[in-house]
C-alpha cells in the first residue's frame, strides 16, 4: 500500500517536471516588445498609426462649426456658458494627446535598435517628430502650460506628478521637433505618397508658428519675433521649392469650389499633403452629413465677401443689400457662390438623370438653418451621397494657407510689401477673377471686426477668413489674435434676411417656427442675442481629477 | 424443490440478453473480456493465491455466482492450481482439496459451506442439497404499495445480488440454514437491510429518503458520504430538477442552492447564465445586478464529470447530480480555479444489474415576455418633444437639431383620431423627396407581439449487466425567439453514451462521448449595434412601418426602423460542435485502494456567418434616398472557431476503517490540463450576388483576415486526507500544488492548503437524552487559503492569458499609404514587472441538523472570505501616464455572509407527503485595502477603503423649483451650466455652502453627494414547495431577493436623455406650470442637471417571482401495464408566471435595464414516459 503510494507519487512527480515545460506558452497572435523595431519596416508599420490624427480640412470640423464662420443647431457648450470644469479627463484631448505623445516617446527610446542607416533612422525620427510636435501644440492651444513629458513613463515615474511647463517653453521644443522633422524627412521624390515628407513638414512648421507668433503678439507674452520669421522660413521654403501652385483651370466661377470635390489630389499642385479616399479601401461620410448638416454659415462670414470691385460692402457701390440671397450674392467675390448655395447650384444630380437645382435656402431645416448653405465639400455626384461612401479626397496641408501664412507673417513683422501680396494673396485672388490687393488702394472696412488693426493686416485676415472659410482655422485664428470679444458680435450667431416677402414664398408650417430680430435675420438661438464671451474661455480648465492626482499642476486655468 | 425451479426465468435474463446484444452493437470498447464464453470449462494458472481469488476468477469465467461467507472463507488455505479447459467441477474440486471448506452448486451458483465434521454420506459435488440453499422471492415497494423498479438487492457481504422488475419483484438464491441478510436500495429511498430468517417470500417496503444525510456526495475526485462533510457543500438531485421543462441547467438550479448565485442575463434564445457563489468575489473581475461574475474571472469553476465544461451547452436531463462546493476548504482540492467556489454537475450514469430502460421525456412550451415599458403614442411624443425644445430655448438648454413644427402636430392628432383616412407622414416642405412621419406605432407591440414555442425531447436507453452497463441518450432543443420578426431560432442536440465495463476482477473500464450540438439563426446586428432586444431608443412613435400608402419600410433619417433591419438585413447563423470523449480506467490492485485514470479530448469547432445586405431607402413616390447607412456594403462574414482541450486526471483514493474507530480515506492524484483556441475572422464585401451571400463569391479587392490564437496550460498535484475517530470526530485536510502558464516562469506555482473539521454532536452518549427529537447534528469549521488563476479559461483574450505580456497592438490605418491602408503597429501597454497570485482566504463555520425524525433538516453557513492581493487596473494616475495603469497586486476585499437551508418533509395518512424547502442567503462586500486611491474618490471604476459594495451616490432630492424666482437664487451650477427654470430639480444642499456640487467626488469632501442606496442583492431566497396527493403532484417555485436599490439612468426611465430618445409613458407625469407634483422633472434634452443619481427616482429592486408551478399526474402503474409501459407522468407547468415588486415598470426585476432582451413566461406540457 505505501509502496503503492510511493510510486503514484514519483510517477506524479516526473510528470510535473515533465510539465513545467507544458506551461512554457507565448501569445501566437501578438508582436511583442523583445522582437520588434528591428528593421525599418518595424519603425514605418510603428509610424502608420500616427496618420489618423492629421487634422482634415472639412467645414464640419468643430474648430469651423463653433467659430463665427458658421451657427450649428447646436451650440458649443463653451461659448453657451455651459461648459463645466469636467471631472475626469477622459474623453478630453488631455488624456488622448497624452497617450499619442506616450507612444511617440516609446518610439523615440527604442527605434535606434533597428537595423538601418542613420537616414532611414532619422526619417522615421522625422516622422515621429512631426506628430509629437502636433500633439503637443494642440495641448497647448487647449490648455496653455502643459507638462512636457518626453520618455515613456511608468506608473512609478515621478515625472507624472511633475508641474505645468510654461506656455512659451513646451512651444520650443515643439519648434525644435518640428525642425528635426524638417531636417530629416525625405524630399518628394523619395517618399511613398501619403507618407510625411519634407514640405508637409514645413507646411506644419508654418502654421505652428504663425500660431505661436501671432498668440505670443496678442497675448503679449513676447518674444514673439523668432516664430514669425520661422514662419517666413518655413513657407518660403515651400514656395519656393517650385513644387507647389494655386489649382486653376481658368475659370473663376467655379475652380474654387471644384478644387474641394475631387476624387483625387495627389498630383494637384496645390496640394501639400492630401487625405485620400478611394473607394472600397477607405471612404468618409462628409457628403452625407454635409446634406444635412445642421449648420450654415453665419451672416458674419456672408458680411465679410467683398464685391468685385474689391471693396468691402459697407464701400462698395455694386453692394445691392441683404434683402434677398440673389441680391446679396450679386457682385460679390465669386467664393460666395462657391461657398453658399445661391439660386442655380446643382445640389445634386439626380441618378435618373435630373438635377437638384437650388432656388431657396432650406431654412428651418438641418440643411440650411441660417439660410448660408454650405456647399463647400458638397459634391453633387450622387454616389458620394451614400453614407460613409465618400471617396473625396481632402486636404491636410493645403498650399493656399502656407501662402496665407506667408502674407500675415510678413505683415506682422512689418515686412510686407506689395510683392509680398502678389505672390501670395493675389495669387488666390487670381484664381477667383478678384482685383488684386494693392497695398496702396488699401482702405479700412467700417464695418471691420478689428477696428483698430492696421489695414494691411486686416485686410490679409479677410482674405484668410475667406479663403479657407471651411477648413478648420478659424477658431484658432480667433483665439490666437486673442479675438475672442467678437463673439459677442450678434451677427455671429445669426443667419440670412427673411423679409416678410420672402418668408411668404415659403410654406407656412416650414417656417413658422423661424425666428428673426428686429432687422429680419433669422436667429439660431431663441434665447439670446449674442454670445457672452470671457476670457477665460480661451484655454479649457483642466479636469479635477487631474488636479486632485496632482497637485503640482496647480493652479487651475484662469476664472475656471 | 426441482433443478428446473432454479433456472432463472422472467425479465431479468431476457433483458440481460438484449442488453448484451445492444451492448454488442454499441460497444466498439472492451467487450473482449465479457463477451469471452460462459463455458463451464475453466482455464486457471495461479500460484499461491486465495481462494476468493480463484472464484472471483471462475466467476468471469464462467459467469456461475459464488456465495461464500467472508470469515470463513478466511480459514481458507492459499491454493496453487494450473489447469487447462478443465471442467468447472473438476477445477472447484482442486481448489477445495484439503480445504476446511465444501461447495455446492445449485443451478448457476456454487454455494461454500463449512465441512461438515460428520462424514458425509454424499461424496463432494453431489448434485443438490437441498439443504444448502433456498430461492428467495418477493416484492419491493413504496409506502403507497407501488411496486418499485430497479432496486438493487445484495446478499450482503458478497457481490450476490438482483434488481426488481417493473412489478417490483425479484428472486434471490441464498444460502440455507443461516440468515441471509439482504440489503435493499435505490436512489431516492433509505437503503434497507432486511434478514430473511428463514422466510423465502419476503414483502418489503422502502422508505423514501427522507434523510439526505446518508447520500453520497460528488467532492473533487471522489465521493463522500454527506453526514461526513466538513466542508460547506450543497447538493441537488436530478429529481428536483425533473419535474420541469428546462431550457438549460441554469434554470434549474436558480434559487435551489442558496449563495448560488445565477444571472439569466437575458432571455435571447441561447444566452448563456453567468454562476456565482457567495457573492462579491475580486474587484477586477467584474459583477453584474445579480453579483454573478460578468467577465467570469470571479466566477466559480465548474466541472461536468471532471472535466472544465460550458454549463449552458449540456442536456439538464442528463444531470444526475450538481455539487457546489462554496468554501475554500472543498474547493481546494482544484487549487487556483476554485478560488470562488466549485460547481460539479455529474451526469447520469450506467449501473450494474439493472434491467433495459428506454425513457422518454418532452416538453411543448409557449413562452411570451415578461415585462417591458409601454410607448408612448405619438401625439404626445410630438407634443412632448417641442416642448422639451422650447424648455431649451427659454433657458439656453439644449435644443432639438430637428424640430417638429406645427403641422407635425396636427397632423399627428388627425391620424391618431382617424386613422383610416388620415396619412402617416407628408412630404417634407424643406425636402419634398423625403417624408415628416405623423403615424403612431408601438415598436415595442409590433416586435414582441404574443407567443412563441420551445420544444424539448429526449431518449435514454441504459441497462447493465454484471460486468459492462451503458447509458445513451439523446435530447433535442429547440427555441423561437419572442423577438418575432426577427425569426430567431436556437437548436440544441445533445447525444451522449456512457459505457462502464469491468475488465477484470481489477480494472474497470469507462468511456463517455458527448456530442453538444448548437445551431442557431438570427438576424446579424447593423453596425451601429441595435440591442440584442432591437428595443432601440430612437424608435419614435410617429413613424410608420412602412411609408404613406406604400411597402416601402419608413425609416430615412436618424431613427431607427427596427423593423425594416430584421427584415432586410441578412442572417447571422451559427452551428457549433463541442465534442467531448473521455476513457478511463478504475483500478483495484488491492484491497482499499482504488486507482482512477482517466483523459478527456475536447474538440470545440463552430463556424458562425454573418450576412449583412445592404438595403434602400425611399422616401415620396418611391424614390430612392439612400441606402440604410448602418448594413453597407453587401458583406459576409465567416468566423472559424476551432479549440482543442485535453485534461488528464489521475489519483488514488484509499480507504479503510482501523479498529472499528479510525476511518482514513486519502486522495492523492495529478491533474494537468491543456486548450488552445484559434478563431479566424474572415470577411469580404462586394457580394456578388447577396442572396447567395457565400463568402468566397465576392469582388471586395481587400477582404480581411483576422484571428486569435492562444494556448494556456495548468497542472498540479492534489491530496485529501479524511479522518474520522469513533464517527463523532471528522478531520479533513486537502490541498493542491499548482501551477499556471499564466505567470512568468519562476512565479508559476503556487500551493493551496486546507483544513477542516466536523463534530457529530449527534451521535455522542451525551446527546442520547435528546435522540428522540433530535436525530442529526453536526458542527463544522473550515480554513483554506486558495491563489486565484487571474483569467477565465472559457473566454478568454490575450491580456488575461498572459497576463504579464505586453503586445503590442497592430490595426489597420485609418489612412491612405499609396492606394491602400496600411497596418499600423501601436505601443503596448504597462505591465508591472512583479505582480503575482490573487490570495482568497475563507474561514466557514456551519451545522447540519435533522429533527423530528428527520422531518425538519437544515444547514445553516456563516463565512468570511478575505480577496487578498487583487490585481486592480484602472487606478486613477495622472493621465499623463498615456496609457492604462498596470495591473498590480494592491487591494483587498472581505466578503461576509451567511446562508440557510431548511427543508420540512411529511405525510398525513397514505396518500397525501409534502414538503417545503427553504433557501436564504445573504453577503456584503467591503474593500478593505485600497492604496492607489489616497483620496477616496468615488466615480465609477475607482474603490477606496471602506467603501461598501454596490453603494450608489447620489444627492438627495428636494422637490421642484415652483418659480423662476426660486430657480433663479438657487446654485446649482456645478451640476448644470445653463439656466435653472420651474420644474427643475432642487437638491438639497447637505454640506451648507450655498451650492449644490459634486466637491472633489471624495469620501471625506462628496459635495452634497451621500451614499443613498446600494444595489447588492440582499436576502436572495428560494422557496419550493411541492405536494403529492395519490397521483397527483403540485411543485411551486418562488425565487427573489428582499432587498435591493437601483438607479436608472436610461431613457425608458428618464425620457428625453438626448433628442434623439423616446420617451414612454411613464414620463407623461412630469412637471408642468398646471401640474406641479409631477413624478417627473420639467422635460429638458439631456435632463439639464436633473437626471443625477437621487434619492427620489432610487428604484426599490426587491422582488419575489413565481418561477415555477408544475401540475403533475402520473398514470397508475396498472393502467400503463397494461399499455405495456412502465411509467406515465403528465404535467402543465408555468415559468415566471408573475412577480411582486416596486421596481420601475419597464425593468424586468432579474435583468433590470432598459433594451435587454426579456425574459419570458411560459406555460409548457410535458410528457415523461417509461418503456
Same mark, same amino acid.
Not at chain 2, 277 to 303: E, F, H
Given at each position: ?560 | ?22 451492448? /454488442? ?79 455446492? /452448486? ?195 469553476? /465548474? ?102 413644427t406645427v403641422e407635425d402636430s396636427i397632423m399627428a392628432a388627425n391620424y391618431f383620431a382617424d386613422p383610416k383616412d388620415n396619412p402617416t407622414g407628408y412630404p417634407d416642405p424643406a425636402n419634398p423627396a423625403i417624408y415628416r412621419y405623423v403615424g403612431n406605432t408601438d415598436w415595442i407591440k409590433l416586435e414582441y407581439p404574443g407567443w412563441a414555442p420551445q420544444q424539448q425531447h ?141 483523459y478527456t479530448f475536447n474538440n470545440y469547432s463552430a463556424s458562425e456567418q454573418q450576412v449583412q445586405k445592404e438595403f434602400p431607402e425611399y422616401g415620396v413616390d418611391h424614390v430612392f434616398i439612400d441606402y440604410y447607412p448602418w448594413t453597407i456594403p453587401n458583406a459576409t462574414t465567416e468566423i472559424g472557431t476551432n479549440n482543442n482541450y485535453t485534461a488528464l486526471n489521475l489519483y ?291 474603490? #477606496? ?134 413624478? #417627473? ?74 433594451? /435587454? ?15
Amino acid at each position: 500500500m505505501k509502496r503503492f503510494l510511493f510510486y503514484i507519487f514519483l510517477g506524479a512527480a516526473i510528470l510535473q517536471c515533465a510539465c513545467n515545460k507544458q506551461l512554457n506558452l507565448y501569445p501566437n497572435d501578438e508582436l511583442s516588445e523583445p522582437t520588434y523595431f528591428k528593421d525599418a519596416n518595424d519603425l514605418a508599420l510603428y509610424c502608420n498609426q500616427f496618420y489618423q490624427y492629421l487634422p482634415v480640412q472639412d467645414p464640419l470640423n468643430s474648430d469651423e462649426m463653433y467659430s463665427d464662420n458658421e451657427v450649428p443647431t447646436n451650440r458649443s457648450s463653451l461659448l453657451a456658458g455651459t461648459y463645466v470644469v469636467p471631472v475626469s479627463a477622459g474623453g478630453t484631448i488631455w488624456v488622448g494627446n497624452y497617450a499619442d505623445i506616450r507612444s511617440c516617446n516609446y518610439f523615440l527610446q527604442r527605434y535606434r535598435r533597428a537595423n538601418a542607416d542613420t537616414a532611414t533612422l532619422n526619417r522615421y525620427a522625422g516622422e515621429v517628430r512631426f506628430f509629437r510636435a502636433l500633439f503637443y501644440w494642440q495641448l497647448v492651444e487647449n490648455y496653455g502650460d502643459v507638462p512636457w513629458i518626453s520618455i515613456d513613463l511608468t506608473d512609478t515615474s515621478s515625472q507624472l506628478y511633475g508641474p505645468r511647463m510654461p506656455h512659451m517653453q513646451v512651444m520650443d521644443s515643439v519648434l525644435s521637433d518640428i525642425a528635426f522633422a524638417c531636417n530629416n524627412l525625405p524630399d518628394l521624390n523619395n517618399v511613398q505618397a501619403g507618407r510625411l515628407h519634407k514640405y508637409a513638414a514645413l507646411a506644419l512648421m508654418s502654421r505652428i508658428c504663425l500660431w505661436e507668433g501671432t498668440y505670443r503678439r496678442y497675448h503679449s507674452l513676447g518674444n514673439e519675433l523668432p516664430y514669425l520669421q520661422a514662419t517666413v522660413t518655413a513657407s518660403e521654403a515651400i514656395m519656393n521649392s517650385g513644387n507647389y501652385a494655386i489649382w486653376s483651370t481658368g475659370n473663376p466661377q467655379s475652380d474654387y469650389y471644384n478644387l474641394f470635390i475631387q476624387q483625387d489630389l495627389t498630383n494637384n499642385k496645390e496640394a501639400i499633403l492630401p487625405m485620400v479616399y478611394i473607394l472600397n479601401v477607405l471612404t468618409s461620410d462628409l457628403t452625407r452629413q454635409l446634406s444635412d448638416g445642421g449648420t450654415g454659415w453665419s451672416k458674419d462670414l456672408a458680411r465679410s465677401f467683398l464685391c468685385t470691385d474689391g471693396l468691402p460692402t459697407a464701400l462698395s457701390p455694386l453692394y445691392k443689400g441683404d434683402d434677398s440671397l440673389d441680391a446679396e450674392a450679386a457682385d460679390r467675390d465669386p467664393r460666395f457662390s462657391q461657398l453658399i448655395a445661391t439660386r442655380g447650384f446643382v445640389l445634386k444630380n439626380n441618378t435618373d438623370g435630373t438635377k437638384a437645382v437650388f432656388t431657396m435656402p432650406q431654412i428651418g431645416t438641418a440643411q440650411a438653418p441660417t439660410g448660408y448653405q454650405i456647399v463647400k465639400c458638397l459634391s453633387p455626384d450622387p454616389a458620394e451621397w451614400n453614407a460613409s461612401q465618400d471617396d473625396l479626397d481632402q486636404f491636410i496641408f493645403r498650399y493656399a494657407e502656407v501662402l496665407l501664412n506667408e502674407a500675415e507673417a510678413k505683415a506682422e513683422l512689418g515686412e510686407c510689401d506689395q510683392t509680398v501680396l502678389d505672390n501670395t494673396v493675389n495669387k488666390l485672388r487670381d484664381r477667383v477673377a478678384m482685383p488684386h490687393m494693392v497695398i496702396a488702394t488699401l482702405q479700412k472696412d467700417p464695418n471691420s471686426q478689428f477696428p483698430s488693426l492696421p489695414v494691411l493686416l486686416d485686410e490679409i485676415r479677410r482674405e484668410r477668413r475667406v479663403e479657407l472659410a471651411g477648413d478648420g482655422f478659424r477658431w484658432e485664428d480667433l483665439m490666437r489674435w486673442a479675438a475672442g470679444p467678437h463673439f459677442q458680435d450678434p451677427e455671429t450667431i445669426l443667419g440670412m434676411k427673411l423679409l416678410p416677402q420672402v418668408r411668404a414664398e415659403y410654406p407656412a408650417s416650414q417656417v413658422s417656427s423661424v425666428q428673426v430680430d428686429a432687422n429680419y435675420y433669422i436667429r439660431q438661438y431663441t434665447n439670446i442675442t449674442n454670445f457672452t464671451w470671457s476670457d477665460k474661455m480661451y484655454l479649457y480648465p483642466i479636469a479635477t481629477q487631474e488636479l486632485t492626482l496632482n497637485h503640482n499642476l496647480a493652479p487651475q486655468n484662469p476664472d475656471w | 424443490m426441482t433443478r428446473a425451479s432454479f433456472r432463472e426465468g422472467g425479465a431479468l435474463p431476457k433483458a440481460l440478453l438484449i442488453m448484451k446484444l445492444t451492448a /454488442i452493437l454499441l460497444l466498439t470498447l472492451c467487450l473482449g473480456a465479457s463477451a469471452r464464453g460462459r463455458a463451464q470449462e475453466v482455464t486457471l494458472n495461479e500460484n499461491n493465491v486465495s481462494l476468493k481469488r480463484l472464484f472471483e476468477e471462475m466467476r468471469k469465467q464462467t459467469g456461475y455466482f459464488f456465495f461464500y461467507d467472508l470469515k470463513e472463507i478466511r480459514t481458507s488455505k492459499p491454493v496453487t492450481i494450473s489447469v487447462r479447459n478443465t471442467g468447472l467441477r473438476e477445477a472447484l474440486d482442486l481448489c477445495f482439496k484439503d480445504q476446511p471448506l465444501t461447495y455446492t /452448486i445449485v443451478d448457476r451458483t456454487v454455494v461454500v459451506r463449512k465441512k461438515e465434521e460428520k462424514p458425509s454420506p454424499a461424496s463432494p459435488g453431489v448434485e443438490v442439497s437441498p439443504v444448502a440453499v433456498v430461492v428467495v422471492t418477493g416484492t419491493v415497494t413504496n409506502a403507497r404499495g407501488e411496486p418499485l423498479e430497479g432496486v438493487t438487492i445484495y446478499i450482503q457481504g458478497t457481490k450476490v445480488g438482483t434488481v426488481t422488475d417493473s412489478k417490483g419483484h425479484f428472486k434471490l438464491t441464498v444460502p440455507a440454514g443461516e440468515k441471509a441478510v439482504l440489503e435493499f436500495s435505490i436512489v431516492g429511498y433509505v437503503t434497507q437491510t432486511v434478514s430473511t430468517d428463514g422466510r423465502t417470500d419476503l414483502q418489503v417496503v422502502l422508505k423514501e429518503g427522507a434523510s439526505d444525510l446518508s447520500e453520497i456526495v460528488v467532492v473533487g475526485y471522489g465521493t463522500q458520504r454527506k453526514e461526513n462533510l466538513t466542508g460547506a457543500v450543497a447538493t441537488v438531485n436530478a429529481k428536483e430538477l425533473d419535474s420541469r421543462p428546462l431550457v438549460n441547467l441554469a434554470q434549474g438550479l436558480q434559487g435551489l442552492v442558496p449563495n448560488l448565485n445565477i444571472a439569466l442575463n437575458d432571455g435571447k434564445p441561447g444566452t448563456a447564465a453567468s454562476y456565482n457563489v457567495r457573492g462579491i468575489t475580486s474587484i477586477n473581475a467584474g459583477y453584474n445586478q445579480q453579483g454573478g461574475a460578468l467577465n467570469g474571472l470571479g466566477g466559480p469553476l /465548474i466541472m461536468v464529470d471532471g472535466v472544465q465544461m460550458d454549463p449552458n451547452l449540456i442536456n439538464p436531463a442528463d444531470v444526475e447530480s450538481v455539487t457546489v462546493l462554496k468554501d475554500a476548504a472543498s474547493a481546494a482540492i482544484y487549487g487556483s480555479r476554485g478560488a470562488f467556489g466549485v460547481i460539479l454537475i455529474t451526469t447520469k450514469n450506467a449501473r450494474k444489474n439493472s434491467p433495459l430502460r428506454l425513457n422518454y421525456t418532452g416538453s411543448y412550451t409557449e413562452t411570451r415576455t415578461t415585462r417591458l415599458p409601454k410607448y408612448l403614442n405619438s401625439v404626445d411624443y410630438i407634443a412632448m418633444h417641442r416642448e422639451a425644445d422650447r424648455d431649451g430655448q427659454i433657458s439656453g438648454g439644449t435644443t432639438a437639431s430637428l424640430p417638429f413644427t406645427v403641422e407635425d402636430s396636427i397632423m399627428a392628432a388627425n391620424y391618431f383620431a382617424d386613422p383610416k383616412d388620415n396619412p402617416t407622414g407628408y412630404p417634407d416642405p424643406a425636402n419634398p423627396a423625403i417624408y415628416r412621419y405623423v403615424g403612431n406605432t408601438d415598436w415595442i407591440k409590433l416586435e414582441y407581439p404574443g407567443w412563441a414555442p420551445q420544444q424539448q425531447h429526449n431518449i435514454s436507453v441504459s441497462g447493465g449487466s454484471d460486468k459492462t452497463s451503458f447509458v445513451g441518450s439523446i435530447g433535442v432543443f429547440d427555441e423561437k425567439g419572442i423577438l418575432k420578426p426577427a425569426h430567431s431560432d436556437y437548436q440544441r442536440i445533445n447525444p451522449s453514451l456512457r459505457i462502464n465495463t469491468e475488465a477484470t476482477s481489477w480494472l474497470n473500464l469507462n468511456l463517455k462521448a458527448t456530442v453538444n450540438h448548437i445551431s442557431s439563426n438570427n438576424p446579424t446586428a447593423p453596425q451601429n449595434g441595435n440591442s440584442k432586444s432591437y428595443i432601440q431608443g430612437d424608435s419614435r412613435p410617429n413613424m410608420p412601418v412602412f411609408n404613406p400608402g406604400g411597402t416601402d419600410y419608413s425609416g430615412e433619417g436618424s431613427w431607427t426602423n427596427s423593423l425594416a433591419v430584421l427584415a432586410q438585413n441578412g442572417r447571422d447563423k451559427l452551428m457549433a460542435n463541442d465534442i467531448w470523449l473521455t476513457a478511463g480506467a478504475v483500478l483495484t490492485p488491492v484491497e482499499h485502494v482504488t486507482i482512477n485514470a482517466d483523459y478527456t479530448f475536447n474538440n470545440y469547432s463552430a463556424s458562425e456567418q454573418q450576412v449583412q445586405k445592404e438595403f434602400p431607402e425611399y422616401g415620396v413616390d418611391h424614390v430612392f434616398i439612400d441606402y440604410y447607412p448602418w448594413t453597407i456594403p453587401n458583406a459576409t462574414t465567416e468566423i472559424g472557431t476551432n479549440n482543442n482541450y485535453t485534461a488528464l486526471n489521475l489519483y488514488a483514493n484509499y480507504e479503510n476503517t482501523f479498529g472499528k474507530l479510525h476511518y482514513v480515506k486519502l486522495t492523492a492524484g495529478y491533474n494537468q490540463e491543456y486548450r488552445h483556441y484559434k478563431t479566424i475572422n474572415t470577411n469580404a464585401g462586394l457580394l456578388i450576388d447577396p442572396s447567395t451571400p457565400f463568402i468566397g463569391l465576392n469582388a471586395d479587392p481587400k477582404p480581411s483576415a483576422t484571428g486569435n490564437d492562444y494556448e494556456w496550460a495548468m497542472n498540479g498535484l492534489l491530496y485529501r486526507l479524511n479522518y474520522a475517530f469513533n464517527n463523532k470526530y471528522l478531520l479533513e485536510v486537502d490541498g493542491r500544488y499548482d501551477g499556471s502558464s499564466s505567470f512568468p516562469s519562476g512565479r508559476r506555482y503556487v500551493w493551496s492548503p486546507s483544513a477542516s473539521a466536523g463534530w457529530k454532536i449527534s451521535e455522542e452518549k451525551f446527546f442520547e437524552h435528546f435522540a428522540g427529537a433530535v436525530q442529526e447534528l453536526k458542527v463544522r469549521a473550515s480554513y483554506g487559503s486558495l491563489p486565484n488563476q487571474l483569467f477565465n479559461p472559457t473566454t478568454p483574450y490575450d491580456a488575461t492569458i498572459y497576463p504579464y505580456i505586453a503586445p503590442l497592438p497592430t490595426s489597420t490605418s485609418n489612412y491612405v499609404f499609396g492606394t491602400q491602408q496600411s497596418i499600423a503597429v501601436g505601443s503596448p501597454g504597462l505591465v508591472s514587472p512583479n505582480f503575482t497570485w490573487e490570495q482568497v482566504v475563507t474561514k466557514d463555520a456551519g451545522f447540519d441538523f435533522g429533527l423530528l425524525q428527520q422531518r425538519l433538516s437544515g444547514t445553516f453557513d456563516v463565512y468570511i472570505r478575505d480577496t487578498k492581493n487583487m490585481l486592480v487596473g484602472g487606478q486613477p494616475l495622472p493621465s499623463v501616464l498615456g496609457t492604462t495603469p498596470p495591473l498590480e497586486n494592491a487591494a483587498n476585499l472581505r466578503t461576509r455572509g451567511w446562508e440557510l437551508s431548511l427543508s420540512w418533509k411529511d405525510k398525513i395518512g397514505k396518500d397525501f407527503s409534502y414538503s417545503a424547502t427553504l433557501g436564504l442567503s445573504d453577503y456584503t462586500a467591503t474593500i478593505t485595502k485600497y492604496d492607489l486611491n489616497p483620496t477616496k474618490l468615488f466615480t465609477s471604476g475607482n474603490y #477606496y477603503v471602506g467603501q461598501h459594495f454596490g453603494e450608489i451616490w447620489g444627492f438627495v432630492t428636494d422637490g421642484y423649483f415652483q418659480s423662476a424666482a426660486e430657480a433663479g437664487a438657487a446654485n446649482q451650477s456645478a451640476l448644470y451650466g445653463g439656466t435653472l427654470m420651474p420644474g427643475d430639480i432642487r437638491y438639497k444642499d447637505l454640506n451648507g455652502d450655498k451650492q449644490i456640487s459634486y466637491g472633489s467626488n471624495t469620501v471625506s469632501d462628496p459635495g452634497d453627494q451621500k451614499v443613498i442606496g446600494n444595489s447588492t442583492p440582499r436576502y436572495a431566497f428560494g422557496l419550493n414547495l411541492y405536494a403529492k396527493y395519490k397521483s397527483f403532484d403540485v411543485a411551486i417555485f418562488f425565487q427573489g431577493v428582499a432587498k435591493r436599490d437601483y438607479m436608472p439612468n436610461d431613457n425608458s426611465f428618464w425620457g428625453f436623455t438626448s433628442e434623439w430618445s423616446i420617451p414612454f409613458v411613464y414620463q407623461k407625469d412630469h412637471w408642468e406650470p398646471n401640474h406641479t407634483n409631477a413624478y #417627473y422633472p420639467v422635460l429638458r434634452f439631456g435632463g439639464g442637471g436633473n437626471y443625477l443619481s437621487q434619492t427620489k427616482y432610487l428604484q426599490n429592486a426587491a422582488y419575489t417571482r413565481l418561477k415555477n408551478l408544475s401540475l403533475g399526474y402520473t398514470v397508475h402503474a396498472r393502467v400503463v401495464n397494461r399499455a405495456h409501459l412502465k411509467s406515465l407522468r403528465v404535467y402543465a407547468a408555468g415559468q415566471n408566471l408573475f412577480e411582486m415588486t416596486k421596481l420601475f415598470k419597464g425593468y424586468d426585476p432579474e435583468t433590470v435595464g432598459y433594451g /435587454i432582451y426579456p425574459l419570458s413566461r411560459a406555460v409548457s406540457f410535458g410528457l415523461q414516459l417509461g418503456l
